[in-house]
């Protein structure tokens, strides 16, 4: 297999080079022919690249476009004296537009153009690593479709996102009948959306290494009681926790609940106990071993004191409801059991497992609203059913009954005649107290 032949000395643009803006491929394509005019030949070879450059960037190019790209590159290659690799871009642009023609460029290059005849051949097979499900291919400004095949010569290559701009430019040349193969950027993945709760908007998701290395931030500092090193250090603490990309560790979330009840009183001015006992208590549940030393902070002060007082603990818990779709977790676990004694890191996880929302909690908090599972409604359909059933069971007694009392009547009919009847009513009653629980599931919608 043959990779494709070069066309200028870059072969590859992809969006990733262009951070800094995408440039209008009109403009340096109009400053080459400009320059290879004014015979500025390598000024005229780096807008050329330029142009390639920017087509990787912006919208699809015409077929018109792709032709007055090889013509210019065909009139540089003539002016350079390379008669047959201009004739070979010549070719290509004749191919798209016989009649198009710079008439700048002169009367002895235009025989040339004119006397161009495309290489005659086998198309060859285009195979392009990295294309999305939804990529568009364009050759030569044309979308084609899979499998790709491309003629003979010289043509531009281009690769875009379902209806967005180019992410791929190359020309390059193709021989008869021989494989190519192209490697282009994967496509841009949408910058996700944080969640909500205690993430910034606009933020960027943050690891549990970056979180670790927050957190030893504020833990290096804690013991100076200098609210100039503690703050701005516990506010990036708290972003980069509520923009974690992934369930926290359990050891992770001990230390972030035992910091949590230290920056509630970082002066140890022995605050209000209640903000932070139930960090500490979380926090000596999930690690057992946890201490606060002289490092953390010093022997008297106030969280230190109460954290050391506080002994085995134990979290109480109480069962939440079920989300729709996705999990629940509670300090690393998946869980639907949240602690009531206790802080918690809580976080909802769609069913991608994509950690869309991170909060900590304290007790007196409200769980961060989310759609549950419709167990009301499943309650008042599963019941319909069942009344429904039993309707129907009562109906079909009703006329076994009735079939029996015509076909043997008794000599007293009165009872049989009653019951046959309290069983159609039976099952009348039932069967709208069926439709009944039906519609009050219709009407509770998803709870």
Partial sequence: MRLATAFFGLTLYGSPAHAGGCEDPKKTMLDAENEIVSFFLADAEKSLDATVRA??????????????LMRAKGM???????SDGAGE?????????????????GVKAKE??????????????????????????AVDGMEVASPFKVEPGFHLIQVGDADGPSRFAQVLGVGVDEPIELTVPEPLAPPREVAAGDCPAGASPTTTSVVAAQLQGVELVTASRDPGKINPRAAALRAGVGCIDQVIPKSLAARYHRMRGILADPLGTGADRSSFIPALRTAKTLSPGLTIDDGLLPSDHSVRVAFEALGDQELETARVRTPRTGKLAFDGAISLDRPVNGATVFQRIDAEGTIIETVWLDPTAELPS????PVMRTVLFVSAALLGGTAGGLYVGAVASESALLENPPRDPSSSIRRTNGLFLSSVVVALVAGGTAAGGVAVGPR
Avoid: E, I
């Avoid at 540089?76 to 390379?82: E, Q, S």
């Avoid at 989310?370 to 599972?373: E, F, S």
């Fill in 112 to 137: 040339l153009f004119d006397a161009a005849t495309p290489v005659q051949g086998a198309s060859s097979p285009l195979k392009l690593r990295n294309l999305g499900r939804n990529d568009w291919v």
């Fill in 76 to 82: 540089l290659l003539f002016l350079r004296a390379d």
């Fill in 89 to 105: 871009r010549f070719a290509a642009a004749r191919t798209l537009d016989p009649d198009g023609w710079n008439p700048d460029f």
């Fill in 370 to 373: 989310y759609q549950v599972k």
């Fill in 55 to 68: 087509l990787s960037c912006s919208s699809k190019a015409t077929d018109d476009f792709a032709a007055r």
